[in-house]
């Protein structure tokens, strides 16, 4: 019987990149930094009802938001989007 070799266990962080890079490159994003860093770039507030769902080929983000707070989003759409030019 062959001995196996054995691994050490590896932090979850340090796979995680590469398990979701995929998922993340087809929706636009080419590295998750926007969605992890997202309450930073917005504020905990704007974070807690909205989520980025998908950056096209010309740069347009589109943005998940919770009902009632669509109405303020399309208010703070200038500042998110200096926000977001700046991160």
Do not use: C
């Not at 590295?31 to 930073?40: H, P, T, V, Y």
């Not at 740069?59 to 009902?67: D, I, M, P, S, Y």
Request: charged residues 25%.
């Amino acid at each position: 019987m062959a001995s196996r070799k054995q691994r050490k266990p590896k932090q979850l962080a340090a796979s995680i990149g590469r398990l979701t890079g995929g998922i993340y490159r087809k929706r636009g994003f080419p590295e998750a930094k926007i969605l992890s860093d997202w309450r930073a770039i917005v504020g905990p507030a704007l974070a807690k009802v909205t989520m980025p769902e998908r950056l096209s080929a010309n740069g347009v983000l589109k943005v998940r938001v919770a009902g009632p707070q669509a109405t303020e989003l399309t208010h703070l759409e200038p500042e998110i989007l200096e926000r977001v030019a700046v991160y």
